[in-house]
């Protein structure tokens, strides 16, 4: 429940490991000798004696030499000059280089996914996490920096496949308890590091503490454990204002606060949150080459992909591939929506190619959020794999757990130390029972609710008292002070009345100082136990029930787990009992079971998880998640272009080779070419959506709307409007909006613009530009042969049912199409919704001539002979038939979504047919006029000339089909979304750049919902 460097510290990231440093130690009779690899042993799991190779305690861990706190809690003196375990690691280390030389690159096992090509140079992968995975320390007597990789699994193995088939490189700030005093000692570790293939950042302090204490831990932390800002008010979750400061808050402390959350301070936080990504940023992309692979670990650098992105945009270059891996719980939508940041959080870890959790229930919560939040929905990819469509992109979203090292396990079981451990604790409790817990010393451990459960079964069944005990060890890391010594008390209290009332052979209780046990007590604990119980009320993937596991093989009978189904490894072991550990009286029947299990049971547990635990080491996980990337993301790797286009067309289908052409010729607009284009004709035509392109619309999906769809208050932003205005004035241009909203809608926005034509509901009726100086616009519409009225007549019976019973919809009625808007609603109810309305009317209207159109949160029935192409063609006719078949040179056609893409091909299709003969092209519908009003003798509208033949037959034309947003599209050019749409609108207009993204997050807020 730590950070991922911490709260995954059991391991290195070795897979198969053969060592460089070895040494003979004689197991039990059953396992016999083997070689026990002390090259890959993590830190401070043993002393070793490096003369003899043998393992043995310290004697300078005497209780008569440690010190406490206040509260009676162990301070650690781990990383530190003092710390008595160091020297001989620091000596471990020597031997480490010694013998690096003879370490081999070498491939995985041969059961390995992982395929090395020695013919090509290793691919680079940089590793980003924010505490870097090496322990660091510095004499106090020399004044030497020493350092050695810590027990995680992003720390470096030799012999791994991952380190032999890549070159990988750290990226992170490091952590020492000695102080970092000037800049000669920066200097001294960025050599140091530098020599392990690290690169490490300082920053600081303030910025620092307001980062990782502050907005990492205060905010971050508790949100994605699914602690909402209720709980804030429990006193284990009482914000800390004091967290980044040793100085006294003024307005309010932990202990005394009026708010549970005090806006003043956050913002602080989250500036220091963003600088600390953004140099990550800078630093990593200064380093990064094309081809290159970046690989984000942890929430405390959830900004990182995108702010990767856009340095590289500077560069003009896509340069690496992204991964971004979340080690800790994702939240349920509801409560990360909390966050006053969380859309741009969101927004930052989509930037990665792909996005990884170590369990489906994390990846659900993500695109829960993604849907709620950003409107973003999600399909499944080929493989098993999810995809989140973003900016153009497919955003893969993986889902991979990973186990212990074996071989590690498999050698520290043999240690002398952890044979003795484990009779120790045998013989220690009399041949008792033994239920075994390791848990972090946090109110989500939930270990208050343990020791609650067993007090109550050591009270309902008496015969268990004198047969079972409970070895419980709470680690204290120090991350969480607060929570951890409020906790601690808690645990305490129980602890002593448990004794008090049952004695003190019924529970053997103590406290670890630091985020870890060394590995040769955990595993002796393990050997020792009959069952591991776990009761975390909130927890990500925690590694000792999966240990636990590993460390029961050659027992005779053995131990089960009982995992919190709230835990990670709830959905990983099947072996295991599952309890809530709210749910007293079945958590008390399980461990009941648990303990009373017959031995054929518990063996059959046992090897339903064994062979996983056994085989899905992190060199595994690592490669699992690399494959994914390649395979998922080997058509955007601008380094493969060179070989794609080398690659033989041959075999490749007509419809494949047409699809990689139109690929390639879809880019993005450039607005210099659109002016030079304007400026130099005189017969322009001008076609613009509505909602999506001069309106910033929210997605559909998204949960939390600040518009409603129908609003009449929806407007373009005014130097939108100003523009339109400028446009309109000018007698060489007709500029036209086309949108699917009614026509009310659409006037009431913009149709006070004089010189502006509009066409609503998707082309159905249309008003000619309006006259300047004339308030009244004259309507007309297409006559597209169906009988509306018994249409609407029978579709309104169905919606108004609908309509009932889904809160936040209604029906929207306009000229040939009668709508019902679910815009408003839950999107997934809403999107339910309107799946089962489209059966129902598809069975009722089939006698009729109509389509059904799922849109923008609106089920449409309209005629089928209707899109929005027959207007766009109807007026680029009108348009070329002026002034004597003068023709149009300029066509600018702009558009958001699906129902605009019939306006992109019948701009194609009028190019193409001008100077056909009128008889061979399909002709427009004959137009009725809906209200009173007189029409322009230039723009009659009403008949349609026959005369396709245009007088100056060889003029050029420029055509610009413009897509809102790059996706599939019929259009040749694409811009990012609205912002776009109007800087160039602004530049048609006045001839100055305009830029609404360099303006202030406010101001696009603005923008937003003007």
């Known amino acids: 429940m730590e950070d991922s460097t911490r709260e995954m510290s059991t391991y290195s990231a070795s897979g198969s490991s053969f060592g460089a440093l070895t040494a003979s130690v004689m197991g039990n009779s059953q396992r016999g000798?083997?070689?026990?690899?002390?090259?890959?042993?993590?830190?401070?799991?043993?002393?070793?004696?490096?003369?003899?190779?043998?393992?043995?305690?310290?004697?300078?861990?005497?209780?008569?030499?440690?010190?406490?706190?206040?509260?009676?809690?162990?301070?650690?003196?781990?990383?530190?000059?003092?710390?008595?375990t160091f020297d001989a690691y620091r000596l471990r280390e020597g031997l480490r280089k010694a013998y690096q030389e003879r370490a081999t690159d070498i491939a995985a096992d041969g059961d390995s996914d992982m395929v090395i090509d020695t013919q090509k140079p290793r691919k680079r992968i940089f590793i980003v996490c924010y505490h870097l995975p090496v322990i660091v320390s510095k004499?106090?007597?020399?004044?030497?920096?020493?350092?050695?990789?810590?027990?995680?699994?992003?720390?470096?193995?030799?012999?791994?496949?991952f380190v032999s088939s890549f070159d990988p490189h750290w990226v992170g700030t490091c952590t020492t308890s000695s102080p970092i005093e000037n800049e000669a000692d920066r200097q001294a570790l960025r050599t140091l590091l530098a020599s392990m293939d690290c690169t490490v950042l300082f920053f600081d302090e303030k910025v620092r503490d307001a980062h990782y204490k502050g907005f990492c831990k205060q905010v971050l932390w508790m949100v994605f454990h699914h602690v909402d800002l209720l709980d804030s008010r429990d006193p284990a979750f009482g914000m800390d204002f004091n967290a980044t400061s040793t100085e006294k808050y003024t307005d309010g402390t932990l202990l005394d606060l009026e708010s549970p959350w005090d806006q003043r301070q956050i913002v602080k936080w989250w500036e220091a949150f963003n600088l600390v990504n953004r140099t990550f940023a800078v630093e990593v992309t200064k380093m990064v080459q094309p081809d290159d692979v970046v690989w984000v670990h942890d929430y405390h650098l959830s900004l990182l992909p995108r702010m990767m992105s856009e340095e590289e945009a500077k560069i003009g270059s896509r340069l690496t591939k992204k991964i971004f891996y979340l080690h800790i719980p994702f939240p349920v939508s509801m409560i990360f929506k909390e966050i006053e940041f969380g859309a741009t959080v969101l927004e930052g870890i989509l930037h990665a190619d792909i996005v990884g959790f170590h369990g489906f229930t994390d990846a659900r919560h993500f695109l829960s959020s993604a849907k709620r939040i950003l409107g973003l929905s999600h399909d499944s990819l080929e493989g098993g794999l999810l995809g989140v469509k973003y900016k153009g992109r497919t955003v893969v979203v993986t889902m991979s757990s990973v186990s212990v090292e074996p071989e590690m396990v498999d050698a520290v079981m043999d240690f002398p130390t952890t044979i003795s451990g484990a009779a120790e604790l045998k013989s220690k409790h009399g041949g008792r029972a033994i239920i075994a817990g390791v848990d972090v010393a946090q109110y989500l451990s939930g270990v208050s609710?343990?020791?609650?459960?067993?007090?109550?079964?050591?009270?309902?069944?008496?015969?268990?008292?004198?047969?079972?005990?409970?070895?419980?060890?709470?680690?204290?890391?120090?991350?969480?002070?607060?929570?951890?010594?409020?906790?601690?008390?808690?645990?305490?209290?129980?602890?002593?009345?448990?004794?008090?009332?049952?004695?003190?052979?019924?529970?053997?209780?103590?406290?670890?100082?630091?985020?870890?046990?060394?590995?040769?007590q955990r595993v002796a604990l393990w050997r020792a136990a009959d069952c591991l119980f776990s009761a975390d009320v909130r927890g990500g993937l925690n590694m000792m029930p999966l240990e636990f596991v590993f460390a029961q093989k050659g027992k005779d009978s053995p131990g089960i787990v009982i995992a919190s189904e709230f835990s990670g490894v709830f959905s990983i072991l099947n072996g295991a009992l599952r309890i809530s550990p709210y749910d007293m009286k079945l958590t008390l029947a399980t461990v009941d079971r648990a303990l009373t299990m017959s031995k054929q049971e518990r063996e059959g547990r046992h090897l339903r998880d064994i062979d996983f635990v056994s085989s899905s080491g992190s060199d595994k996980w690592i490669q699992g998640v690399l494959r994914d990337l390649f395979d998922q993301t080997e058509s955007l790797d601008d380094g493969e272009k060179d070989s794609e286009e080398n690659r033989s067309s041959e075999g490749k289908s007509v419809g494949a080779f047409l699809a990689t052409a139109q690929e390639e010729q879809f880019t993005r607009l450039r607005s210099k070419s659109v002016i030079s284009a304007y400026k130099s004709t005189s017969k322009r035509v001008i076609v613009l959506d509505f909602n999506g392109t001069i309106v910033l619309k929210q997605a559909v999906d998204s949960y939390l709307k600040r518009d409603s769809a129908g609003s009449t208050m929806d407007a373009p932003p005014t130097d939108v409007i100003n523009s339109l205005r400028v446009l309109c004035s000018d007698p060489k241009n007709t500029v036209f909006v086309v949108s699917g909203d009614n026509k009310e809608n659409v006037e009431q926005a913009i149709g006070h613009i004089p010189g502006l034509g509009l066409a609503a509901s998707n082309g159905s009726c249309f008003s000619p530009p309006l006259r300047e100086g004339s308030s009244y616009r004259t309507w007309l519409a297409l006559d597209l042969g169906v009988d509306w009225a018994s249409?609407?007549?029978?579709?309104?019976?169905?919606?108004?049912?609908?309509?009932?019973?889904?809160?936040?919809?209604?029906?929207?009625?306009?000229?040939?199409?009668?709508?019902?808007?679910?815009?408003?609603?839950?999107?997934?109810?809403?999107?339910?919704?309107?799946?089962?309305?489209?059966?129902?009317?598809?069975?009722?209207?089939?006698?009729?001539?109509?389509?059904?159109?799922?849109?923008?949160?609106?089920?449409?029935?309209?005629?089928?002979?209707?899109?929005?192409?027959?207007?766009?063609?109807?007026i680029l006719r009108d348009v070329a038939a002026r002034n004597n078949n003068a023709g149009v040179d300029f066509v600018l056609c702009m558009g958001d979504d699906i129902s605009d893409e019939k306006m992109f091909t019948s701009a194609f299709s009028f190019v193409s047919e001008m100077n056909e003969d009128y008889s061979n092209v399909v002709p427009s519908p004959p137009v009725i006029q809906l209200s009173q009003g007189t029409l322009l003798a230039s723009q009659p509208f009403l008949l349609e000339k026959p005369v396709l033949r245009c007088n100056n037959q060889n003029e050029q034309i420029y055509a610009f089909t413009v897509s809102v947003g790059k996706k599939e599209s019929h259009a040749s050019q694409y811009v990012d979304d609205a912002r776009d749409v109007a800087d160039l609108l602004v530049e048609l207009s006045s001839g100055k750049r305009a830029s609404f993204r360099r303006g202030t997050e406010d101001e696009m807020h603005l923008m937003q919902f003007s």
């Open 33 to 84: 000798k083997r070689q026990i690899v002390l090259e890959d042993l993590p830190y401070r799991t043993l002393n070793i004696d490096i003369n003899t190779a043998s393992f043995v305690r310290s004697e300078k861990m005497d209780k008569d030499t440690l010190e406490f706190t206040d509260d009676g809690v162990i301070i650690d003196n781990w990383n530190g000059h003092n710390d008595v």
């Open 139 to 161: 004499d106090p007597e020399t004044g030497e920096w020493m350092a050695c990789w810590a027990e995680s699994i992003l720390a470096r193995t030799a012999n791994s496949a």
């Open 449 to 520: 609710l343990k020791l609650a459960t067993y007090g109550r079964l050591l009270q309902d069944s008496p015969s268990w008292r004198d047969k079972l005990v409970l070895v419980q060890r709470c680690l204290i890391p120090g991350a969480r002070r607060l929570d951890e010594a409020r906790t601690i008390r808690e645990i305490r209290g129980i602890v002593s009345q448990i004794k008090s009332k049952y004695g003190d052979g019924v529970i053997d209780y103590e406290e670890v100082y630091g985020s870890s046990m060394p590995i040769d």
């Open 791 to 874: 249409v609407e007549g029978v579709a309104l019976r169905i919606m108004a049912k609908f309509t009932a019973r889904t809160n936040g919809s209604f029906i929207k009625r306009a000229h040939s199409s009668i709508g019902w808007s679910y815009y408003s609603c839950d999107p997934e109810f809403g999107s339910l919704q309107a799946k089962y309305l489209v059966i129902e009317l598809e069975r009722e209207l089939a006698a009729f001539d109509v389509r059904f159109v799922n849109l923008k949160g609106i089920v449409e029935v309209i005629p089928r002979k209707l899109n929005k192409g027959i207007i766009v063609k109807k």
